[in-house]
């Protein structure tokens, strides 16, 4: 293998000392004209590029932004949304020769350290960062290294959506049969500020997402059906989007007299296993419901299998809605309804909106396209006798 050329080979070449040639290539006083251009044309033709290390030393822009997952990682390869989400990232980043460092990390914890040691480093520019947490410690942190970044999937302020009624300004949950954590636990939302606007900072921007409101479309399609026993699969409980979706169904079922022993939502980790063990669970109760909206589509694709190895047809007995659509919820039978949103333009949005904040603009906030309902053959009005 080649060995890279160092400062130490251009200054051999050029007949000049290490610092000369530090001087030259970091555009520092102390040399002269003659010598600056002798060293820089002397490193290009040994194709000498600096290092992490050289970037760091001169303060230049390293050419990278950072994305950090800090989910299950058994729950990221079957799920759609991250690889198109990305996808959408990567295609604004390559346009604009900005690489994407990406890692997947257990917890938040170890995501807040990726952040301490990639700005010590200088390894990034800014960071993209997703999944808002209800009780979150990555913006101050952020702010504390005014490292720039942009938070994706921040709650649309009351003002701004388009259906349903404003989320209350607080939220708490509560959750039961901890106990038994090989269960999903059943949430019963009540007040939190999940879904209030975040103050604006120096070094973050925001790109937003309608999660009440969808919330509100699919519970307005489903009670429009005949839906009155309605079970929200939801996802990881500590994500602010999962409190979101929960508190707009509780809220939109509220507003057309369902109790919360009527209309309700149960957790999971987004996983297929999780999402078939919740489906059996709630079928087997005395009442079952007759609706089930699940939080991602392998879920829904789960719990489909499941009501079919139950015998209980899908939509005869038991209606599907899935949050996202994707080409699993198309080829199933029969196909789901779904969510259907730009997830791609969701992080073309994101990866934007950071180049800009790192060309200089001040940070702003980005607001993604609507998500529109698709129904298809998985939801129909429920049996007569329910």
């Known amino acids: 293998m080649a060995r890279r050329p160092t400062i130490k080979d251009i200054a051999r070449q050029a007949g000049v000392s290490e610092s000369a040639v530090s ?10 004209q003659d010598t600056r251009a002798r060293v820089r044309r002397v490193a290009e033709e040994l194709g000498w590029q600096p290092n992490s290390a050289a970037r760091a030393l001169s303060g230049e822009r390293s050419g990278a932004v950072g994305l950090v997952l800090a989910r299950p990682a058994h729950t990221l390869g079957v799920e759609s949304f991250f690889l198109q989400l990305v996808s959408g990232i990567q295609e604004v980043l390559s346009a604009a020769r900005t690489a994407l460092l990406f890692q997947v990390v257990e917890d938040i914890d170890a995501e807040c350290a990726i952040y301490r040691r990639w700005w010590a480093e200088r390894r990034v520019d800014g960071v993209l960062v997703v999944d808002p947490r209800t009780s979150d410690p990555r913006p101050a942190l952020l702010e504390a290294l005014a490292l720039p970044a942009v938070t994706i999937g921040e709650a649309l302020p009351p003002e701004d959506r388009s259906g349903g009624d404003p989320a209350p300004a607080a939220a708490t949950q509560a959750v039961q049969d901890a106990a038994a954590p090989a269960e999903p636990a ?4 009540a007040v939190r500020d999940a879904a209030a606007p975040a103050v604006r900072s120096s070094v973050l921007s925001s790109v937003r997402a309608d999660d009440a409101g969808a919330m509100a479309r699919v519970l307005e399609h489903l009670h429009g059906l005949g839906h009155r026993r309605i079970v ?5 409980p500590d994500l602010a ?17 369902l109790g919360l022993d009527q209309v309700r939502s149960v957790l999971t980790d987004y996983s297929d296993t999780e999402g078939a063990a919740a489906t059996r669970r709630v079928l087997a109760e005395p009442e079952p419901p007759t609706a089930l909206v699940y939080d991602n589509d392998v879920m829904a694709v789960a719990g489909s299998a499941v009501a079919a190895e139950l015998g209980i047809p899908v939509p005869g007995r038991l209606s599907i809605v ?14 789901l309804t779904a969510l259907v949103r730009d997830t791609a333009g969701f ?8 180049l800009a904040v790192l060309a200089g603009n001040p940070p702003g906030v980005r607001i993604s396209e609507r998500p529109r309902l698709e129904p298809r053959e998985s939801t129909a009005p429920p049996p007569a006798h329910t």
Do not use: K, Q, Y
């Open 23 to 32: 001087f030259a290539l970091n555009g520092r006083p102390g040399v002269s």
């Open 186 to 189: 059943v949430i019963t939302p």
């Open 232 to 236: 929200h699969v939801a996802g990881l």
């Open 241 to 257: 989007h999962t409190v979101r979706r929960m508190e707009s169904l509780r809220t939109e079922a509220a507003r057309r007299g």
């Open 322 to 335: 899935a949050w996202d659509d994707s080409a699993l919820c198309r080829v199933t039978h029969p196909r």
């Open 347 to 354: 992080g073309r949005l994101a990866a934007e909106e950071l």
